[in-house]
């Protein structure tokens, strides 16, 4: 059929997801090439005992329709942390609740961007947020990423002269790199946001998971009305909860919550529900500590590893926390040569192309390490060094 | 703070949920300006049981990240129900999960609308719609609604002189109306379509809801590949569980699909688990004959109340389903004016004017009869009333 589609599809970057999907269906394929927190840390039985108290307390409200913003003891938690855990002076109001933290990648892109408008990002950067801004035609402003935060000056010329909507980037053990911003990237991003007028959109997906479990500053403390943040309950409680929240000055909320209304009237109430009667039940900081735990052992395990095995070939960060390994291959071989080649040895990475606006990557792939136990990545490295010798 | 704001911001339309909400929230407020299902009548037990099971068979599974499409069982469910019920040849790869059928009003918008592109739409129309229609700058063209069906040569002259990319509709119990298109305006509106190559974009949310329980032809049935079908669970099971879906053509699903992840990956997985189980394990015609059974005498008692007291100087809709009767004021009276007197009198209803795309609306009222027992619609009207000659 001869069906006319708007302008903006034709924007959508070239998905990888075909070809992971066809991987990740393979029980035989150990796979690092995913984003997934690992099922067996989720507190299944916590989470099923809050439900059960939700349904028989309120059952009939919480299957009900509800309001756009939110469900307001949630918020209040919510605001509440970050003034405790970071000393910032969050209120309820200027908190709302989403369907995990990439809605707001969409609806944030929607109240901000024209077509042509510059966002700016880091290089790499999160492919589920290139993806979801290039549905609004920007122009993509990227800045390259090095193990303490985006390059300063490059940043510094970037917030300066060009006219970004917004930068969005992630400070905390990164998507894709794990790198994390240190204390004066954090301090000299924020500043630069205020003098320039620019929105700082800090995306904190990860913040929670640091393996010393220090509570690094957020960008927006220096940012001020000029720092958005953006939260999500995937990493520490459950994904298919699909519940996140975004804390906005008031003036962005109230565009926000016109968005949100149109996109969905509002997010799964007995979710919302779940959660506050979880979180405020359970000791979310023991459980945070046991799954960075075990994410800290892989992460060491996964780098050590590729030291071991790799002999200097790959040239990899060193998360301070998170869920992913970013590593660099030696000249001469493709990232998805090495993911093809390592298909056939039945072990996934995610080649590094993706995480690029602008052509790159091609030299760098991605390892995650939440969702595999100690005998799978060690036996997973074996069988990428395979492939990476037949790449050679 | 001087932040800007995208464009499109500026074509939403104005909100009366401000005002709504204050009246909402009084308990001695008798409303029937909302659009709520019963909550008495949510099988809170049922859901509860099928929560029980999903979680304790699989609840890190259910807990966790899942695909873009949905949860296939559940579409496969929905595409037998398309079989059955309608004789459409639909199967699951032609059903996508949303978050609400809200949500396809928003993706649909997004994949098919350049600014200034046009949309058809019936007037009045569903707010909904117009709120996420509009944030994509579309030329709106409305067409008349009559008691059956939106005005046939109208219909035909923009159809046929307008390019629109797609037409929306409820052809089953209105909102706002409660009207429903007759056996030939669909066929009408179908083969107008086809034959024009126009989208027939078919909101059926209330189509289980007829009260004689006759599943009336999908407009989709004459459109063919020009028909796509919004479905929701919030007026069948439940709308805090957030789930709706639409059923369209591959090619469309194919760009709906690349929306979607970018929105926010995928809808909510408890929550597509527990509906599927609770389908499954429940006699659903038999729950949805109950809820249309209540809803009907509801209709009839408020009809039969408005020709009662007000003797003639409300004409009526006659509803065959659904939630909602539209009344039309005789001459002299403002439809906001009722509503602040209404107010006054503890009665709630809601205006015409935001279910318009051009002036209109201010003679005209909807009541919603599902979420008020008997003994508040008798003396709901009784206050109506007394609201009604303080306006004269």
Same mark, same amino acid.
């Given at each position: 059929? %001869?069906?006319?589609?708007?302008?903006?599809?034709?924007?959508?970057?070239?998905?990888?997801?075909?070809?992971?999907?066809?991987?990740?269906?393979?029980?035989?394929?150990?796979?690092?090439?995913?984003?997934?927190?690992?099922?067996?840390?989720?507190?299944? !039985?916590?989470?099923?005992?809050? +439900?059960? *108290?939700?349904?028989?307390?309120?059952?009939?409200?919480?299957? $009900?329709?509800? =309001?756009?913003?939110?469900?307001?003891?949630?918020?209040?938690?919510?605001?509440?942390?970050?003034?405790?855990?970071?000393?910032?002076?969050? =209120?309820?109001?200027?908190?709302?609740?989403?369907?995990?933290?990439? $809605?707001?990648?969409?609806?944030?892109?929607?109240?901000?961007?024209?077509?042509?408008?510059? *966002?700016?990002?880091?290089?790499?950067?999160?492919?589920?947020?290139?993806?979801?801004?290039?549905?609004?035609?920007?122009?993509?402003?990227?800045? %390259?990423? =090095?193990?303490?935060?985006?390059?300063?000056?490059?940043?510094?010329?970037?917030?300066?002269?060009?006219?970004?909507?917004?930068?969005?980037?992630? %400070?905390?053990? $990164?998507?894709?790199?794990?790198?994390?911003?240190?204390?004066?990237?954090?301090?000299?991003?924020?500043?630069?946001?205020?003098? =320039?007028?620019?929105?700082?959109?800090?995306?904190?997906?990860?913040?929670?998971?640091?393996?010393?479990?220090?509570?690094?500053?957020?960008?927006?403390?220096? /940012?001020?009305?000029?720092? #958005?943040?953006?939260?999500?309950?995937? !990493? #520490?409680?459950?994904?298919?909860?699909?519940?996140?929240?975004?804390?906005?000055?008031?003036?962005?909320? /109230?565009?926000?919550?016109?968005? !949100?209304?149109?996109?969905?009237?509002?997010?799964?109430?007995?979710? $919302?529900?779940?959660?506050?009667?979880?979180?405020?039940?359970?000791?979310?900081?023991?459980?945070?500590?046991?799954?960075?735990?075990?994410?800290?052992?892989?992460?060491?395990?996964?780098?050590?590893? #590729?030291?071991?095995?790799?002999?200097?070939?790959?040239?990899?960060?060193?998360?301070?926390?998170?869920?992913?390994?970013?590593? +660099?291959?030696?000249?001469?071989?493709?990232?998805?040569?090495?993911?093809?080649?390592?298909?056939?040895?039945?072990?996934?990475?995610?080649?590094?192309?993706?995480?690029?606006?602008?052509?790159?990557?091609?030299? /760098?792939?991605?390892?995650?390490?939440?969702?595999?136990?100690?005998?799978?990545?060690?036996?997973?490295?074996?069988?990428?060094?395979?492939?990476?010798?037949?790449?050679?």
């Amino acid at each position: 059929m %001869p069906y006319h589609f708007a302008d903006r599809m034709a924007y959508a970057p070239e998905s990888f997801l075909g070809t992971l999907f066809a991987v990740s269906g393979d029980p035989d394929i150990i796979s690092f090439a995913g984003g997934l927190p690992s099922s067996e840390l989720i507190d299944t !039985k916590g989470i099923t005992e809050a +439900t059960r *108290v939700v349904l028989e307390e309120d059952g009939s409200e919480a299957l $009900q329709y509800s =309001t756009t913003d939110g469900y307001l003891p949630l918020r209040e938690y919510i605001a509440k942390r970050y003034r405790q855990r970071y000393g910032l002076s969050a =209120t309820a109001d200027e908190i709302r609740i989403v369907n995990g933290s990439q $809605q707001n990648l969409d609806l944030l892109a929607k109240i901000f961007l024209n077509p042509g408008d510059g *966002v700016g990002l880091e290089a790499p950067g999160y492919l589920g947020s290139i993806e979801a801004f290039s549905l609004y035609q920007p122009t993509f402003c990227p800045v %390259p990423l =090095t193990e303490t935060g985006p390059d300063p000056n490059f940043l510094e010329k970037t917030m300066r002269e060009k006219t970004c909507r917004f930068f969005y980037g992630i %400070p905390n053990f $990164q998507n894709p790199s794990g790198t994390s911003y240190s204390d004066e990237a954090r301090r000299h991003a924020g500043l630069l946001a205020r003098e =320039t007028g620019t929105i700082f959109y800090e995306d904190d997906a990860f913040g929670e998971l640091a393996f010393d479990g220090r509570a690094r500053i957020p960008v927006k403390k220096y /940012a001020r009305e000029y720092g #958005i943040i953006s939260g999500s309950f995937s !990493k #520490i409680v459950a994904p298919g909860l699909r519940c996140g929240w975004i804390y906005a000055p008031s003036e962005i909320i /109230a565009q926000f919550d016109i968005a !949100k209304q149109s996109a969905d009237l509002h997010s799964n109430f007995l979710s $919302q529900k779940i959660l506050h009667r979880y979180l405020t039940t359970t000791d979310l900081d023991q459980h945070v500590r046991r799954v960075a735990s075990v994410y800290e052992r892989n992460c060491r395990l996964m780098g050590d590893l #590729i030291d071991d095995i790799f002999g200097g070939d790959l040239i990899r960060t060193h998360p301070e926390g998170g869920m992913f390994i970013w590593a +660099t291959l030696p000249k001469g071989i493709d990232a998805r040569d090495l993911f093809e080649a390592g298909v056939k040895e039945q072990v996934a990475i995610m080649p590094g192309m993706p995480f690029y606006v602008e052509d790159g990557g091609h030299d /760098a792939i991605r390892l995650n390490f939440s969702n595999a136990c100690e005998d799978e990545i060690s036996e997973g490295m074996i069988r990428l060094k395979t492939a990476f010798d037949r790449c050679r």
